[in-house]
């Protein structure tokens, strides 16, 4: 048994898995949202206080890990942990505290992982040009591919939690904030290039399967009834106007939406919406299994 923690802006992941002759099986995989960014936009530090409780978590789920019987555990970390003007001490702290060396991945690597992911489990090896697209809470990786392989992939410095600091989209939200927001991702967008253009979007992370939650009204969450499933871009501005509308408070209690990520759903959600409209495609594939499957695959076939 491997496990393997995943640390993100907005969250850690907890995972356990194993290779039984041919097949894969993952035993655990599980999420804790900690906001390890909280104030990083501003401050480009991350604070004492979003540090001890997201080693308060890591050294929860390392214990259930052992307890699991995981003779290898791996740590890994990512857009946060790579631009942080205090990563270094950050990430000191981080190993020694849950005795584990801490691998920061670069935005290729996340890339590749999240590519990985999405075409193994949502078997798209055989597909033509595809995007998918990670959009976590710090940073977005998109990666262009064709019959399983990677053609192109950059990681572009914008997420949820960031986007949500930058234009306070955590209270509700004007019309005219929410056209300045698109402006600004779309600008930051540009780089995806319409020679990638492809004839299937899958979108990975926590914002797109909030919003596959949310819109099919899953209480509780249910991966099974997420992972494949498929967002129109009717739905997802129809949803992005309703939480406009609402402050944190009232988000809360929408079904679908864990109320520790309600604070920044919106931005979720306006980033995914400007990806669409880029992509020219009026609907997205929802995959659940995030960079973290990519990796573990790749931890099991060394």
Avoid: W
Avoid at 40 to 58: D, G
Avoid at 256 to 279: E, F, H, M, Q, T
Wanted: charged content about 30%; some cysteine; proline content about 1%.
């Amino acid at each position: 048994m491997k496990g393997l923690l995943e640390i993100g802006t907005n969250s850690i992941k907890c995972m356990a898995f194993r290779r039984v002759e041919d097949k894969f099986e993952f035993v655990v995989d599980k999420q804790v949202i900690t906001q390890l960014g909280e104030g990083y936009l501003k401050s480009a530090l991350i604070s004492k206080e979003a540090l001890s409780r997201t080693c308060k978590e890591l050294k929860k789920a390392k214990k259930e890990l052992l307890d699991l019987g995981c003779q290898e555990i791996d740590l890994i970390g990512t857009m946060i942990l790579r631009r942080a003007e205090n990563r270094e001490i950050v990430v000191k702290q981080i190993s020694e505290d849950l005795g584990l060396e801490l691998k920061v991945l670069t935005g290729e690597e996340e890339a590749q992982y999240s590519f990985k992911a999405a075409v193994r489990t949502l078997a798209l090896e055989g597909d033509e040009k595809i995007l998918v697209v990670d959009s976590g809470g710090g940073s977005s990786e998109a990666i262009f591919g064709e019959k399983g392989k990677i053609l192109h992939a950059q990681s572009i410095d914008i997420g949820a939690v960031t986007l949500t600091e930058k234009f306070n989209l955590d209270n509700v939200v004007s019309h005219e904030i929410i056209m300045s927001c698109e402006q600004y991702v779309n600008r930051v967008f540009t780089t995806l290039d319409k020679e990638y253009q492809c004839s299937k979007l899958v979108v990975i992370g926590g914002s797109a399967t909030t919003v596959s939650a949310m819109i099919q009204e899953l209480d509780p969450y249910d991966s099974t009834k997420v992972q494949g499933s498929i967002v129109a871009m009717e739905q997802l501005f129809e949803l992005q106007d309703k939480v406009a509308n609402l402050t944190t408070e009232q988000r809360k209690e929408l079904v679908g939406l864990s109320p520790k990520r309600a604070n920044i759903i919106l931005g979720g959600i306006i980033i995914i919406g400007c990806i669409l409209d880029r992509s020219n495609i009026r609907e997205m594939i929802v995959c659940d299994r995030g960079l973290r499957y990519g990796y573990a695959y790749s931890m099991m076939e060394e």
